[in-house]
């Protein structure tokens, strides 16, 4: 698969393609799904699928700190959308000259002249241009003039509910860990590279491996029990905290995972967690004694979970 960052770096071999848009937040079973139907199209029409995606997110860019949690890191979108069989990912800066586009020049401009596009799925709520005043009515009309067709992808639903980026950002945070997997169609994993943190583990006999959200919030919070991948060709089990850390006065949400029973620097390394069970919600201490306690206790649940449970390799 081919990795495009900006309009700019577009190729005359990218003109003529099947194509969607959209965040692909957590890559869900609805996703998955408008890809399904984008290899077909694919197949029958003998073009490349492209998708495009924005980097912030549209509700980032709009909203800092209030935007919606971030379910999946661009790395991780391209995985899962590489694993799906996409030829082409063009990621766009969402900044304020690109926010300014209107539709008709985005449609035209982009999709028209630089991408040539034969086949657009795109969901039925897709807004898109300056002022969202694009919808799928105007691209169907601007698709019937150009010549390209523009289909609305149907809406999965689980026992009556729509599967949506929101349902598992809510399933998520109200520790309905399952009922995520099952929307996601995957367990939920959160990647990124290990920093150097403040060796606060370290100091009281649990070093762990740091990842910085930088700035970004993520829906999960507390204790969990992981899987932990990137070190080896199979994951490790560990015990993870994700939150702002009150006990030493952390400000930041912050992932710091301890791996069980091995000790291994992973700094600079990427790992990706995958989340398998909530041990308890995150607490202040009033002391890093009392810390210290909690943790051991902790890692033995961690450890009768693990001894009841297989591991299993879990892939994109």
Do not use: W
Not at 20 to 27: A, H, Q, S, Y
Not at 189 to 207: E, H, K, L, M
Not at 275 to 295: G, M, T, V
Request: with cysteine.
């Amino acid at each position: 698969m081919e990795f495009i960052r900006g309009i700019y770096n577009l190729q005359p071999h990218h003109h003529g393609c099947i194509l969607t848009i959209g965040n692909f937040d957590g890559f869900h079973r609805g996703h998955q799904a408008i890809i399904a139907e984008l290899r077909a199209q694919s197949y029958s029409r003998g073009l490349q699928i492209i998708v495009v995606l924005f980097e912030p997110q549209p509700q980032e860019y709009f909203f800092g700190k209030d935007a919606p949690a971030r379910l999946t890191r661009l790395r991780d979108k391209i995985k899962y959308l590489e694993t799906a069989g996409v030829d082409v990912v063009l990621c766009i800066a969402f900044n304020k000259k690109f926010a300014s586009i209107n539709a008709h020049t985005f449609v035209y401009d982009l999709l028209i002249k630089k991408l040539g596009v034969h086949f657009i799925g795109i969901g039925d709520d897709f807004r898109f241009g300056a002022r969202r005043q694009g919808d799928f009515d105007m691209l169907f009309n601007m698709g019937q003039q150009a010549g390209f067709e523009v289909i609305k992808t149907i809406t999965y639903t689980e026992g009556g509910r729509r599967i949506s980026s929101t349902a598992v950002r809510e399933a998520l945070k109200n520790d309905r860990l399952l009922e995520a997997e099952m929307l996601l169609g995957h367990p939920y994993r959160i990647s990124g590279r290990v920093i150097y943190g403040d060796a606060v583990g370290r100091t009281i006999g649990f070093p762990t491996a740091n990842i910085s959200f930088q700035g970004r919030k993520t829906p999960i919070n507390g204790v969990y029990a992981v899987e932990v991948y990137g070190i080896s060709d199979r994951p490790f089990p560990g015990v993870m905290n994700i939150g702002t850390r009150p006990t030493v006065s952390g400000l930041c949400q912050r992932l710091d995972v301890h791996l069980l029973n091995m000790v291994i620097n992973l700094y600079g390394r990427h790992i990706e967690v995958v989340i398998c069970k909530k041990i308890r919600n995150e607490q202040q201490f009033a002391s890093l004694d009392a810390l210290k306690y909690q943790i051991i206790n902790d890692v033995q649940n961690v450890n009768n979970y693990f001894k009841l449970t297989t591991i299993h390799q879990h892939s994109y």
